[in-house]
Nanobody, 126 residues
Framework: QVQLVESGGGLVQAGGSLRLSCTAS????????MGWFRQAPGKECDFVAA????????RYADSVKGRFTISRDNAKNTVYLQMNSLKPEDTAIYYC???????????????????WGKGTLVTVSS
């Protein structure tokens, strides 16, 4: 069993930055692609960013390209999402997700996720 625990969410003004962390317990993450998804109030859960099992390949939603950076530290069993230049429309619950085994995860989507964290709330005020 894998437990993913997100942290780092909070309230920030527009233009500010936050760094989310996702730490796994129960099993190592270093052989799996990992991703972040988000769900805004009244909307579906959407893909935000993904990183391959090796860390060599990343993917981003168009809405966050150039502002968000996903990274991983396999020694710490942790995945990060650095969010800069935050906008009010980035307000959402952010979920960490485990993707496919030994994969670059070139087309990340919810169908490829087998474990989800419980989420961390990010609120961006205008």
């Amino acid at each position: 069993q894998v437990q993913l625990v997100e942290s780092g969410g909070g309230l920030v003004q527009a233009g500010g930055s936050l760094r989310l962390s996702c730490t796994a317990s129960g099993r190592t993450l270093h052989n799996y692609a990992m991703g972040w998804f988000r769900q805004a109030p009244g909307k579906e859960c959407d893909f935000v960013a993904a990183i391959s099992w090796s860390g060599g390949t990343t993917r981003y939603a168009d809405s966050v390209k150039g502002r968000f950076t996903i990274s991983r530290d396999n020694a710490k069993n942790t995945v990060y999402l650095q969010m800069n230049s935050l906008k009010p429309e980035d307000t959402a619950i952010y979920y960490c997700a485990r993707g496919p085994y030994a994969s670059s995860w070139l087309q990340p989507d919810r169908d490829g996720v087998d474990y989800w964290g419980k989420g961390t709330l990010v609120t961006v005020s205008s």
